[in-house]
């Protein structure tokens, strides 16, 4: 192997590694709190920008579905990050490392990632077609509103 396969195969396990440290500083000092908190931070923000596209009683049920089910997928995926810190301080602690079991972890995570992200594009499909073209206006401005006041 050259040496800069070899540097890609050990970034895997040290990336997994600082983000598993920082995985359970989050945990251990209060993550779950913080999570809770920030699941509450974006459901009220949510519900600030639903309230200014003017929507119905029964669209927000709606939206509220989609967005548990967000969510869900989300405390899906806090639930197996300790196994896979654990499985890249394997690989790490080893004496040699396997490049077919740090290539499975990255797939592994690939996949994970793709997983997320169709959920995120169906949820936006989805709230798209429960609201009318003025209400999806007024959820975009706000968000833009929102997202230049955060970029400062």
Same mark, same amino acid.
């Given at each position: 192997?050259?040496?800069?396969?070899?540097? &890609?195969?050990?970034?895997?396990?040290?990336? &997994?590694?600082?983000? &598993?440290?920082?995985?359970?500083?989050?945990?251990?000092?209060?993550?779950?709190?913080?999570?809770?908190?920030?699941?509450?931070?974006?459901?009220?923000?949510?519900?600030?920008?639903?309230?200014?596209?003017?929507?119905?009683?029964e669209?927000?049920?709606?939206?509220?579905?989609?967005?548990?089910?967000?969510?869900? &997928?989300v405390?899906?995926?806090?639930?197996?990050?300790?196994?896979?810190?654990?499985?890249?301080?394997?690989?790490?602690?080893?004496?040699?490392?396997?490049?077919?079991?740090?290539?499975?972890?990255?797939?592994?995570?690939?996949?994970h990632?793709?997983?997320?992200?169709?959920?995120?594009?169906?949820?936006?499909?989805?709230?798209?077609?429960?609201?009318?073209?003025?209400?999806?206006?007024?959820?975009?401005?706000?968000?833009?509103?929102?997202?230049?006041?955060?970029?400062?």
């Amino acid at each position: 192997m050259t040496r800069r396969t070899w540097l &890609g195969v050990l970034a895997v396990p040290l990336v &997994g590694l600082v983000a &598993g440290a920082g995985a359970l500083a989050w945990a251990h000092g209060g993550g779950g709190m913080r999570h809770s908190m920030m699941k509450r931070f974006v459901a009220s923000m949510l519900d600030d920008a639903l309230d200014r596209a003017q929507v119905t009683p029964e669209q927000r049920t709606q939206v509220h579905a989609v967005r548990d089910r967000v969510f869900a &997928g989300v405390e899906e995926h806090h639930k197996t990050r300790g196994a896979r810190l654990e499985e890249a301080l394997a690989l790490f602690e080893a004496d040699r490392v396997d490049p077919a079991r740090v290539e499975a972890l990255r797939r592994a995570r690939e996949e994970h990632h793709a997983k997320m992200a169709g959920a995120i594009e169906q949820a936006i499909v989805e709230v798209h077609d429960i609201l009318t073209a003025p209400q999806r206006k007024a959820l975009a401005d706000y968000v833009r509103e929102h997202h230049r006041s955060h970029a400062r």
